[in-house]
């Protein structure tokens, strides 16, 4: 048998717009309320990790280049990750 993680149950109080939102995923994919807050919760967990690579592969191009377009570029992309538009 495979090395399955044993589920831990957690309580989450969510505002009820969100919570209406997360309702009306569920419904139209046919499935639990739960199995759609792991999915988001996982989605939003891989896109921060994801977001983080590519901040460090974008400080790693800013430090190796010396052409000053391409720097100021790279350096226009890390304040909009960092700071918004």
Known sequence: MGN?????????????????RVRTIAKNRK??????LVELTETGIDSKEAEKSRFFDLADQLSATSDP???KRIKEILARMTFGE
């Open 4 to 20: 399955r993680e044993k589920p831990i149950r957690q309580s989450v109080s969510l505002p009820a717009r969100l919570a209406r």
């Open 31 to 36: 499935t639990s309320t739960n199995r759609v």
């Open 69 to 71: 377009v391409e720097r």
